[in-house]
């Protein structure tokens, strides 16, 4: 299937060729030259790089003449070491797969098994999605031993799609990483740039569905997902012969797509989703189930927000979802440091309205005022969800649940081990990802936890390796108990296979600072956990008097212990820069749960780029967990509280609230 261009990509792709001609390079396809423009956002000049660096990598590897339909290449495909899925992550990229047990470097050479992983790759990107959306790379070392791990290959695969392969690597990761393999893999990560290794992640099974949905992956590792290799590499065969008939190897007529819209799954906790009907993906819309697994209809492009240089205005603008910083990981280089605007990705926090400098977001607050405010809240409310709740709803799970009104979403909730063989339902708990500031899942918004689900919470905690617990209720209020008392004040607590010791309490003015132990009993491992109660927050409303200063106080708290945490992990924690999940929570895990991660969400962009949007941020953080901001004041204190803070760190000199709470009578008399 043909990508469709801009004039301006057409003159690029014309540039390229001619570049390409110039150079004395062997005939190539407007397909191609699209590929690696694509791959390099049509930037003729680094596409002319990445054209070279490819034709190099694969002279230099042996992967310019295939036979895979013999030995050894066909029984390298065969073994199903390296697939490609036949359905697609979030964002749609591609997914690719190589499991580490069936691969045995006595038995192979780097040539065979490379060859078998670009002649796969090759048919995967004649697709016009895997092209605009690029591809993530899942290594399963689950089951693999020592003699599996080829560390000179894995470098050399990883070289190759970074710096020699016109695909977008959008995500590496390693899938139940043993502890042998600690030592190689921080070596290795010495070769690639910070930004490329936060998008190296190691992940336990559970959590691999945080990053790709679970309909999405095989059931080898805890997915819905059925897929026939040999299906596929049938797939594989037309496209290679297709290609030889017209007299290449690459762009081939007929595209393979990879189908955005995942195939029929087998029941999952009493749900069983009809092959014939539509189903919610991930990102909470329907998605048709295609009849076969290789052909269906591309996605549209996923829709998002650039900035035009104005710091205080934005322009819409179609991108694809690999639109990231692209890194040649031989030389190191950020390409977007220098010639790329800056753009919002799909990490940072973002919505409907528009970022403003705080000068701008006053003046809009003061002509809103107060009650304005609360209209514009009333408006974000009555939208209806943003997802399905059907694991929340199930009967087995419904007493998991504080409150039978808040529930969770499917598509971003946290998926536990399943703790009980026999019960599908043992992975449950009331709790979802929310993206932080161009962070992936940096939160875990969760409900007050029940004493039945204190082993589920700390099972939580434990599995996502969290290391800061916020929450922002007391355990009772106004004579109703709100929470549990699930970490003991002192002494130790044991819930399922995980113990609590509690080895200070510091008491503030407005927070209770809990410094915990939490120890494994199966493995005898322990992790500190740093617990902040905030105390003067008041069910369905804001801190007393609307004063911002206390609240922004005990959120540099919970910053300064984040930070610390994960400086202490040191090598031993390889993903994001700013740490694993914060768990965030209070009664229903809505009210001033989500009012607390808009307020960190908004002030993290502020001090980064000197603009904040609260509005987008708030309907961000609502799609991924249901009903967060439950009240206009929450709403209200949100706007408030970023312009209180602008005001603290000098990006304002004053805000005059003269008439924002006047009424319409008030309002009346003045006209």
């Known amino acids: 299937m043909a990508v469709a261009l801009s004039p301006d990509q057409e003159l690029a792709t014309k540039a390229f060729l001619d570049a390409l001609s110039e150079s004395g390079a062997a005939c190539v396809s407007r397909a191609t030259a699209v590929k690696f423009l694509l791959a390099r956002k049509f930037d003729v000049a680094r596409a002319h790089a990445l054209w070279r660096q490819h034709e190099a990598t694969r002279r230099r590897e042996g992967l310019t003449k295939f036979e895979p339909f013999e030995d050894p290449l066909k029984s390298e495909l065969e073994t199903g070491k390296f697939t490609i899925l036949p359905a697609r992550d979030a964002t749609g990229a591609a997914i690719a797969v190589f499991t580490a047990n069936k691969h045995f470097p006595a038995q192979t050479t780097h040539q065979i098994t490379l060859q078998g992983v670009v002649y796969q790759l090759d048919a995967a990107l004649q697709s016009a ?58 070596i290795l990560r ?66 393979y797509v990879i189908t955005n819209h995942i195939p029929p799954a087998k029941p999952q906790n009493g749900i069983i989703h009809n092959g014939s009907s ?40 179609h991108i694809n979802s690999g639109d990231e910083d692209d890194l040649d990981i031989s030389t190191g280089r950020t390409w977007s440091d220098a010639e790329q605007s ?48 059907h694991h929340a709803k199930l009967p087995a ?22 703790a009980d063989p026999n019960d599908p339902s043992s992975d449950y708990i009331n709790a979802n990802y929310v993206d932080g500031y161009k962070q992936k899942n940096a939160f875990i918004c ?83 956990i740093w617990h902040g109660q905030y105390t003067c927050w008041p069910d369905y409303g804001v801190p007393g008097g609307g004063r911002a200063a206390p609240v922004l106080e005990f ?31 209070c009664s229903a895990g809505i009210g001033r749960t989500g009012t607390f991660l808009t307020l960190d969400i908004c002030l993290s962009r502020l001090e980064a780029e000197g603009v904040a949007d609260v509005r987008g941020t708030v309907e961000r ?34 805000a005059d609230w003269t008439g924002f709470d006047d009424d319409d009578e008030a309002d009346a008399e003045s006209e």
């Open 278 to 317: 539509d189903m919610s993906g991930d990102n909470g819309t329907a998605m048709h189930i295609s009849e076969s697994p290789y052909t269906c209809e591309p996605s549209p492009l996923r829709h998002t927000h650039s900035y035009n240089g104005d710091t205080n205005s934005m322009k819409s603008r």
């Open 397 to 418: 799970n419904l007493a998991k649940n504080r409150y039978t009104d808040v529930l969770c979403y499917d598509h971003s909730r946290v998926v536990l081990s399943q």
């Open 621 to 654: 953080v609502r799609a991924q967990r249901a009903h967060s901001i439950q009240m206009p004041d929450q709403y209200v204190f949100c706007h408030l509280a970023v312009i209180e803070y602008a005001v603290m760190q000098g990006y304002l000199e004053s």
């Open 342 to 389: 800056p753009a919002l990705s799909d990490d940072e926090c973002s919505g409907g309205g528009a970022a403003l400098a705080p000068a701008a977001l006053l003046a809009r607050a003061r002509a809103l005022r107060r009650r304005g405010l609360v209209a514009e809240y009333e408006e974000i409310r009555a939208r209806p969800p943003a997802g399905t709740f």
């Open 190 to 255: 010495l070769f690639v740039r910070e930004k490329l290794r936060e998008r190296v992640h190691t992940v336990s099974a559970p959590q691999l569905s945080a990053h790709v949905p679970r309909a999405a992956l095989p059931a080898q590792l805890g997915g819905l997902l059925q897929p026939d290799h040999a299906a596929w590499l049938e797939h594989c065969r037309l496209c290679y012969t297709a290609a030889l008939q017209s007299g290449k190897l690459e762009g081939a007529a007929d595209d």
């Open 446 to 528: 969760t409900q007050g936890p029940l004493p039945k689900t204190y082993a589920d919470f700390w099972r939580m905690v434990w599995e996502q390796h969290s290391l800061v617990i916020v929450m922002t209720t007391r355990a009772v209020e106004r004579g109703r108990v709100k929470c549990g008392q699930y970490w003991p004040a002192a002494g130790r607590a044991v819930h399922g296979h995980l113990a609590v010791t509690a080895r200070s309490v510091v008491q503030r003015e407005h927070a209770t600072v809990s410094l915990l132990t939490l120890t494994n009993l199966q493995t005898n491992e322990s992790r500190p």
């Open 129 to 186: 999605d895997t092209q605009r959306a690029g591809l993530v790379f899942v290594y399963d070392m689950t089951d693999s031993k020592y003699t599996n791990f080829d560390y000179e290959l894995s470098q050399k695969i990883l070289t190759m799609l970074k710096g020699g392969y016109p695909a977008k690597l959008k995500k590496v990761l390693i899938v139940t990483a043993p502890l042998w393999f600690k030592a190689p893999f921080r």
């Open 555 to 585: 959120l540099a708290m919970v910053r300064r212990a984040q930070a610390d945490a994960t400086a202490q992990l040191g090598d031993k924690w390889v993903g994001h820069s700013r740490g694993p999940p914060i768990i965030v929570h």
